[in-house]
């Protein structure tokens, strides 16, 4: 019932700007931890960006401290990852995830998360 959609990826070029959005539907609480993670193809997934909402405090992997901002609008229940300065090493698939309750900080790792949406694409050229 519960799903995470994502919405906002497409490709830009080096130095622009994207703002993803994940909408969360069949879920009448708030998740207590959500994040932002991405895999390239043959990579690792990786986690970006995580938030745990109640509290509001926020965790990035170093490649994008002072790049992206991770942050939340209760009103429309959805989940925003505002990137700029974007490099071509951003190119990913990116998704959002969500656990009801409260993971080990700075909670960037996947595994600990158990609601995913289906991803979507970031690209940047040089």
């Known amino acids: 019932q519960v799903q995470l959609v994502e919405s906002g990826g497409g490709s830009v070029q080096a130095g622009g700007s994207l703002t993803l959005s994940c909408a969360v539907y069949g879920y009448s609480y708030s998740f207590y931890s959500m994040g932002w993670f991405r895999q390239a193809p043959g990579k690792e997934r990786e986690g970006v960006a995580a938030?745990?909402?109640?509290?509001?405090?926020?965790y990035y992997t170093d490649s994008v401290k002072g790049r992206f901002t991770i942050s939340q609008d209760n009103a429309k229940n959805t989940l925003y990852l505002q990137m700029n300065s974007l490099k071509p090493e951003d190119t990913a698939m990116y998704y959002c995830?969500?656990?009801?309750?409260?993971?080990?900080?700075?909670?960037?790792?996947?595994?600990?998360?158990?609601?995913w949406g289906q991803g979507t694409q970031v690209t940047v050229s040089s």
């Open positions: 938030i745990y909402t109640g509290a509001g405090s926020t």
């Open positions: 995830a969500a656990h009801w309750g409260w993971v080990r900080a700075p909670a960037l790792t996947a595994a600990d998360y158990n609601f």
